[in-house]
Structures are given as structure tokens and as C-alpha cells.
T-cell receptor, first 116, second 112 residues
Framework: AQSVTQPDIHITVSEGASLELRCNYSYGATPYLFWYVQSPGQGLQLLLKYFSGDTLVQGIKGFEAEFKRSQSSFNLRKPSVHWSDAAEYFCAVGSYSGGGADGLTFGKGTHLIIQP | DAGITQSPRHKVTETGTPVTLRCHQTENHRYMYWYRQDPGHGLRLIHYSYGVKDTDKGEVSDGYSVSRSKTEDFLLTLESATSSQTSVYFC???????????FGPGTRLTVT
């Protein structure tokens, strides 16, 4: 079964500083990878996705992520964070290779705090 | 934003009572999903549907049942609610099996 690990439960970053959120996955086949963001009391919004091709993917709100197969990682980055980026971030992997349930397996999330 | 609504948005119920949550979509997507979100666990898949009357279990399906009689509606039923089912429930949709999923606003359920 696939799994997703987000090693950092909380991260604090100063406004204007760069950001990197870590995500490691365990999956036998080629993964489909996603990053979602959740603001307090809201649903999840898709930031970006990786299916195949270029390993550096661009998303909304200035975010990007890089797929590294050798490290089983899909880290999320932003060069300069804004106070509005404070939220919960979830990495997810898709199970589509047959067997097991369709649907996404989520990491437990990273809570991002922005310091003024 | 994808056209997904969930009802009710908030519900408080007593242990042992039946509860049905509704997810409604206007996107005509084939796939629909129910997840629960709990602190420290992220989101976990309860059940999903890959077409009208076609459903399957997810990771945490015990105590839950689902039905899908129309493309646009996916119902989640707790036959006899327990305190361990206190959670926030999210519905999601996707157009195809390998597509990204879009999430509804969630339903906060409290079982007392």
C-alpha cells in the first residue's frame, strides 16, 4: 500500500522568505502526486499535480514542486511567502495501478505559520 | 471552483442515531469520494463511487455505507453513529480515475 510522509508538522517562516515543504512517498509504480492547501474552516484547494513528464511542476499562487524519483520526494517550494499563505498543506499520492482503492492517500499535513 | 455542495454543513447528533450526509455535484464527473479528516491523520478515504450504483470501500469504511442513484448525488450514511465518527467529512469529485480531485466545503459532524 502506498503511504505519504510529511516530516514537518509545523513550519514557521518570515514573510518574504523562501519556503520548502517536504513530502516523501512510498509507492510501487509511477506515482501521481498532488499538493493541496486548506485554509481554516475551508475545503482543500489543488495547488499543483505531477503525472509525468517534466519533474518541475508549476502551480497556482506562485508555488512549484519537484519530483525526485531517486529520493521518493515531491517537495513544495515558494520563493517568497505572503501572510496569506498561512494554511495547512497536504501532499497526496494517487493509487491508479490496479488493486486497492481508487482515491488519494494523504500525508498528515504541515501547518505553515507566517511571521510578520 | 468546482460545483460541489455538501449538506448539512454542520450537524450534532446522538450516539446510536442514523445520519446521512449528502454530496451534490454539477460537474457531471464520474468519480465521487468521501473522506474524513481528523487531527493528526490527514484525510482518509471512506468510500468512493465510479459510476451510478457502482461503489467500493476505502481505507476506513467500517460503520459507513454509501449510495449513488444519480450521477450528481453521493450519499454517506452512518447507520448508528458513534463518538469515534465525530469528524469533518469531505466529498470530492474527479472526471476520470487518474485526474485530480476537487473537494467540497466539508460537513462537521459531532456525535455526542
Amino acid at each position: 500500500a502506498q503511504s505519504v510522509t510529511q516530516p514537518d508538522i509545523h513550519i514557521t517562516v518570515s514573510e518574504g522568505a523562501s519556503l520548502e515543504l517536504r513530502c516523501n512517498y512510498s509507492y510501487g509504480a509511477t506515482p501521481y502526486l498532488f499538493w493541496y492547501v486548506q485554509s481554516p474552516g475551508q475545503g482543500l484547494q489543488l495547488l499543483l499535480k505531477y503525472f509525468s513528464g517534466d519533474t518541475l511542476v508549476q502551480g497556482i499562487k506562485g508555488f512549484e514542486a519537484e519530483f525526485k524519483r531517486s529520493q521518493s520526494s515531491f517537495n513544495l517550494r515558494k520563493p517568497s511567502v505572503h501572510w496569506s499563505d498561512a494554511a495547512e498543506y497536504f501532499c497526496a499520492v494517487g493509487s491508479y495501478s490496479g488493486g486497492g482503492a481508487d482515491g488519494l492517500t494523504f500525508g498528515k499535513g504541515t501547518h505553515l505559520i507566517i511571521q510578520p | 471552483d468546482a460545483g460541489i455542495t455538501q449538506s448539512p454543513r454542520h450537524k450534532v447528533t446522538e450516539t446510536g442515531t442514523p445520519v446521512t450526509l449528502r454530496c451534490h455535484q454539477t460537474e457531471n464527473h464520474r468519480y465521487m469520494y468521501w473522506y474524513r479528516q481528523d487531527p493528526g491523520h490527514g484525510l482518509r478515504l471512506i468510500h468512493y463511487s465510479y459510476g451510478v450504483k457502482d461503489t467500493d470501500k476505502g481505507e476506513v469504511s467500517d460503520g459507513y455505507s454509501v449510495s449513488r442513484s444519480k450521477t450528481e448525488d453521493f450519499l454517506l450514511t452512518l447507520e448508528s453513529a458513534t463518538s469515534s465518527q465525530t469528524s469533518v467529512y469531505f466529498c470530492a469529485i474527479s472526471e476520470a480515475r487518474s485526474d485530480e480531485q476537487y473537494f467540497g466545503p466539508g460537513t462537521r459532524l459531532t456525535v455526542t
